[in-house]
């Protein structure tokens, strides 16, 4: 079955949904633009379906069509970030659009070096501007540790001046997003780094 062949927490392409549909792209484009399917586009403006939306449309419309999203194993998570009613609105986030995922947060650079060990992310997702320790010793901590366990590293911060690219740039993080982001760039980066796909790191602002 088409789901069983798909990474995990992975976003489906129209030519997917039409697929899982039994019906043309065309249709699925119409339902979408009528607001019949809930999708969102991507930055080079092709849409994308999580499988929780198409489950529930199939639902909601009497489809007889069994579509069983299954993953692999859970993929792990932790977000660091002081300002804990973001971090929280992350989590929440991910938990709800990514169906196979375990979540973690704290909001101290130390307890995130104790959780890389004990928790092994594959993705660490950072905030640079924290008291106590704050990200960029983060990464210079876990740069040799990150060879050891492949975590990629999402920088999401509100303050990325030049001088602080300059510094990501010869660090070991993957991406960087400047804050405020909106829901479906971070989750495009997330499923981009979740599904190890290499960017080279490169940032959106």
Not at 69 to 80: A, D, N, Q, S, T
């Amino acid at each position: 079955m088409l789901a069983e062949k798909l990474a995990v927490a992975q976003p489906l392409s129209v030519g997917q949904v039409a697929q899982v549909c039994r019906v043309t792209t065309r249709t699925i484009n119409n339902w979408i633009r009528a607001g019949m399917l809930k999708a969102y586009a991507t930055p080079g403006g092709h849409f994308r379906v999580w499988p929780s939306e198409l489950k529930k449309f199939l639902k909601a419309h009497n489809m007889d069509i069994n579509f069983d999203f299954r993953g692999e194993r859970p993929k792990r998570i932790l977000v660091v970030d002081d300002d804990e009613n973001y971090a929280e609105m992350v989590r929440e986030l991910l938990h709800d659009k990514l169906d196979n995922c375990e979540i973690s947060l704290t909001h101290d650079g130390y307890e995130a070096l104790i959780m890389l060990g004990d928790f092994k992310p594959d993705l660490l997702m950072l905030d640079l501007m924290m008291p106590g320790i704050d990200g960029f010793k983060v990464l210079d901590l876990i740069a040799d540790r990150k060879i050891l366990h492949p975590t990629r590293v999402l920088v999401l911060s509100g303050n990325l001046s030049a001088s602080a690219i300059e510094r990501l740039k010869k660090s070991r993080v993957d991406q960087w997003l400047h804050k405020p982001v909106s829901a479906a760039e971070m989750l495009h980066a997330v499923l981009n780094l979740l599904s190890d796909q290499e960017l080279g790191g490169t940032g959106l602002t």
